[in-house]
């Protein structure tokens, strides 16, 4: 990169705005990212609009349509740091549900006229079309890891994003685990923490909106969730969230709903 | 201490034990933390009264499960421990490590390591410490207070805590105490001891603040029933555990690490998530990390210490590989140092038999059974057959317990980084550069050494020095991350922090009189240079001095310059191969070991010195021993990731060993066994 600021991008596709949402809840910061980016692209904040290329393009969402398809390749392009931020463009997001259903099927029960909607039979990852460099997760990102992530470039680090699961924070932070002490179902022990552990702390398991941690051992703990006394069915909804589509995750997806089905053929509903 | 008999507190005078734990001689100075229910489950918080402590509660634990149950009595102290260890308050999660401050030209560190156990500051009570956490406790000081460094955060908080501690009358099935003799009965190391009886408690002082503490309260004495029937609760709690609770036999357990092969860890490495929340529960467990950051607009901010885990993936990673990449080693790893090297290293027990780990593991994962799987058939027989609960020889923590009120601390306060500037820096390849470097005041370096190159906001790598010469000493660094490629990265006038000279160095004065032979493998070779300069200065108190290294490529050749002139000294043999050659190459290519040359070296009587790839120093080694030298005459020095350098972090670890304190440089005696040990 030139003397001059980076030039950065901010660019979506299949998601909801959340995650470029976290960079403008950056308040505190805002100034000092001005000063150190020049932001030339930025489809929420401003209706500014200027071409590539691109020192850093954040790249928000999955890949669902043809037409997008072929704008993340001419993008990557364009672009010399690629980042994918959040579960959309990290895991294809919870729109990825639908690669298990009947594409066609969900579509005419959704929309009027089915023929004019161009949408793929998946939503996949970014990093399923281009080549990614880093990539920050979770529904949505974490503010604090996206400074991170900033202030590294600026000094020219390497960002200080641990693959370590959800416990890690949970543990630190001197939650109860709910786990064992109320035997809820928590995908935190198979989960990439960097959000803080807040879901565990407010009672609830874990989503698993920033995916699988590396190594996740999901044939563990669905042994141990079946022999606590869920079924299949319920297994499999619990890692069909946000990160769904990310193996080990989809694995364990496509067999719960596997088995559930022939135990149940409505249980696939 | 003047003795004390034991008092009698009426259960409605709860209240006024809490006022006085809080306010000694009437002003509040102290903040009480002490149990109570929050998540269901008993967590340790600050309390203003005794009406916060869990009154009629029970816990049920086993293997992967905690419930809290409701009675109608007003026991406050009849359940087992819960989630959260006293470590929390002593060892904090996460607290600043190291402050940087001021701009490039002349900021410094300085160490932030006055991290207290409560919010004010000041005194505080830890109110119903079981007799397992006294004893973890004195593990704890043990690790980081008794040396050589200290953590003085520890150390601190550890000087302003009072212990008022709770005999166990209502054990949970995951308690194992008395399998490695820790519990159920509180004997030392406390300010006060409780035992909760049907209509209050029988209190016995165990320091002199204490005495005073029950002197102001006015109680009157215990009489004989009460006394009794307290000691019998306590009784009752450990026949309970030995006869219900599958307990541990502390001495096979501390054979663990004679199992490095065993099937078992592949196994329950299908079971374990890795999630690492058995270390985060052990009362014990002390690894830690210092992340090195920087944040926009504010710059440098130091270096925050927190809590790590052996079961995270990175804990043992280092630049070109993983010590323990596979579940199975860190598992293994974390079974075999809690109850088996930790004798080694601090002559105590790491478990205390408090069953947390059971417990919260998420998949109840067990290490009572675990360690049953693996020592079974140890004597060909089921170690548990016979008599369960003989007495097990060698499960005591180790006796001496620092006192309570005692600020433990016979060490040196770990160091924060000093301000060096560096006044040369030459490129020794593509991607190798020497940095020498001004000596800052106080520094005290020696062959063998390393330093902590510490750069502001990005990192402190474990770097070993390779010449010492006046007021200067140099290093030779390799590019293979972020810290070492801003290492490379520096210029003459740039500054850098430096602590150190850590660890064990090269005993160069063991080669006086003898043949020394030195072998080194790639940056391997910057370690051993001082020896090579210290043999060559004092070059008539040697024979034989025989030099063998080797790298990739000729350009990968370090000191290239030196080590030729080497080669046409008369009185020192120095010979050197690459693994590939290149156009101007025309000397040998192949392994280092091939250089090697027995017959010349006066067998016996040579002392080696060794360093590379563990897998070129192991096939040094054995080319080392069939020459007839005696293993405790060949050093090797070895590396692993280090995150403090002195003995705090527990990044280290091989096998019983600190690589940081205990070596890095060890003789092949100590270090032989572990070399070809996969995953250690
Ligand atoms: C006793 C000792 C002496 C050493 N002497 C030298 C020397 O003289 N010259 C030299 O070039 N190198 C030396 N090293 C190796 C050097 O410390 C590592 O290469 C360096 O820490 C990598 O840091 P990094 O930030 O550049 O790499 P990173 O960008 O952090 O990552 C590269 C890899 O190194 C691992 N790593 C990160 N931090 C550490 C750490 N503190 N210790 C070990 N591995 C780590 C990472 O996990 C990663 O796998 C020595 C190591 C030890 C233990
Ligand atoms: S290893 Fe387990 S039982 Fe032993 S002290 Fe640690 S948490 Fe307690
Ligand atoms: S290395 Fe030892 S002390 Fe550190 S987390 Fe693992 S078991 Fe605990
Ligand atoms: S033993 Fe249990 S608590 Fe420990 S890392 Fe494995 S699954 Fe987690
Ligand atoms: S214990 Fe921290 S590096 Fe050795």
Known sequence: MSDSPPRVGVVKFASCDGCQLTLLDLEDHLLEIAKSFDIVEFAEASSRRSPGPYDILFVEGSISTQEQANEILELRTQTAVLVTIGACATAGGVQALRNWADHDEFRSAVYARPEYVDSLATSTPIADHVTVDAELRGCPIDGGQLLELLSAVVAGRRPQIREEAVCLSCK??????????????????????????????????????FGPVLDANTESLTAWLRASGRSDGEIGRLFAGFTAYAEPFRSVVTRSRAIASEEDPRARE | MTETAARFLARDRLEDLVHALARPGGVEVREVIAPTVEDGAIVHAP??????????????????????????????????????????????????????????????????????????????????????????????????????????????????????????????????????????????????????????????????????????LGLPLADEDRRSS????????????????????????????????????????????????????????????????????????????????????????????????????????????????????????????????????????????????????????????????????????????????????????????????????????????????????????????????????????????????????????????????????????????????YGRGWPVD????????VVGGGIGLAPLRPVLDWVLEHRDLHSGVYVYTGARTPDDMIFAAEMADLELRKDVTALRTVDRAGPDWLGPVGVVTQLLDPDAWAGESAVA???????????????????????????????????????????????????????????AAQLGPYLGIEGI
Request: a negative charge; aromatic letters at 6%.
């Open chain 2, 230 to 501: 307290a000691q019998a609760a306590v009784r009752g709690a450990a026949d309970h555990i030995e006869r219900n609770n599958v307990g541990v036999d502390g001495s096979l357990a501390r054979r663990l690490d004679r199992f490095p092969e065993h099937d078992r860890w592949d196994e329950v490495a299908t079971r374990c998530l890795a999630c690492t929340n058995c270390t985060m529960v052990c009362p014990t467990c002390f690894c830690s990390r210092d992340i090195h950051t920087s944040v926009l607009g504010q710059g440098e901010a130091g270096a925050e210490r927190q809590w790590d885990s052996c079961f995270t993936v990175q804990f043992g990673e280092v630049a070109g590989g993983n010590f323990r990449r596979r579940l199975r080693d860190r598992y293994r790893h974390w079974i075999t140092h809690k109850f088996s090297t930790w004798w080694q290293q601090f002559d105590a027990s790491g478990c205390v038999g408090c069953g947390r780990c059971i417990a919260w593991c998420p998949v109840g994962i067990d290490v009572r059974e675990e360690i049953r799987a693996v020592t079974e058939g140890e004597h060909g027989e089921d170690p548990r057959e016979g008599d369960p609960f003989q007495a097990r020889e060698g499960a005591q923590v180790r006796a001496e317990t620092v006192g309570a009120g005692d600020t433990p601390g016979d060490g040196v306060p770990e160091p924060p980084p000093v301000m060096a500037t560096v006044t040369s820096a030459r490129w020794e390849t593509a991607d190798t550069v020497t940095l020498t470097i001004a000596t800052p005041p106080g520094l005290d370096v020696r062959p063998g050494q390393f330093v902590m190159a510490t750069l502001p906001g990005i990192g402190a790598p474990p770097i070993s020095v390779s010449r010492i010469s006046g007021a200067h000493f140099e290093i030779t660094v390799r590019s293979v991350g972020q810290a070492t490629a801003a290492l490379c990265a520096l210029a003459p006038g740039d500054r850098l922090g430096i602590s150190g000279g």
């Open chain 1, 172 to 209: 630190r932070r001197g939650t109860v685990c709910i786990m064992a002490a109320s035997g809820a179902a928590c995908l935190g022990p198979v989960t990439s923490g960097g959000c803080g552990a807040i879901c565990p702390a407010m009672g609830r398991g874990c989503y698993g909106c």
């Open chain 2, 47 to 216: 309390i203003e009264s005794a009406a916060e402590l869990p009154r009629g509660v029970r816990d049920v634990q086993a293997p992967g499960v905690y419930r809290l149950e409701e009675t109608e009595d007003e026991l406050v102290f009849a359940y087992a421990v819960g989630p959260h260890a006293w470590k929390r308050r002593l060892f904090p999660p996460q607290r600043t490590r190291l402050t940087f401050a001021g701009d490039d030209g002349r900021g410094a560190f300085d160490a932030a390591d006055d991290a207290s156990p409560s919010r004010n500051g000041d005194q505080v009570v830890f109110l119903g410490v079981r007799a397992c956490e006294l004893a973890a406790i004195t593990v704890q000081d043990i690790v980081f207070a008794c040396g050589p460094y200290t953590d003085v955060s520890y150390a601190s908080a550890r000087g302003k805590a009072f212990i008022a501690a709770v005999q166990c009358t209502h054990p949970a099935s995951t308690c194992f105490c008395t399998s490695m003799g820790t519990g159920p009965a509180v004997t030392s190391g406390h300010d006060l001891a409780l035992t909760e009886i049907e209509d209050g408690f029988v209190v016995v002082a165990g320091s002199n603040e204490g005495v005073e503490l029950l002197e102001s």
């Open chain 2, 510 to 517: 063991e080669a006086e009189g003898c043949d020394v032979i």
């Open chain 2, 609 to 667: 010195f060794v360093c590379g790839p563990e897998r070129m120093m192991s096939a040094t080694l054995d080319a080392l021993l069939d020459a007839g030298i005696a293993s405790d005459r060949i050093w090797l020095t070895t590396e692993r990731h280090m995150e403090c350098g002195v003995g705090l972090c527990g990044h280290c670890q091989l096998g019983p060993f600190f690589v940081c304190k205990d070596g890095p440089v060890f003789d």
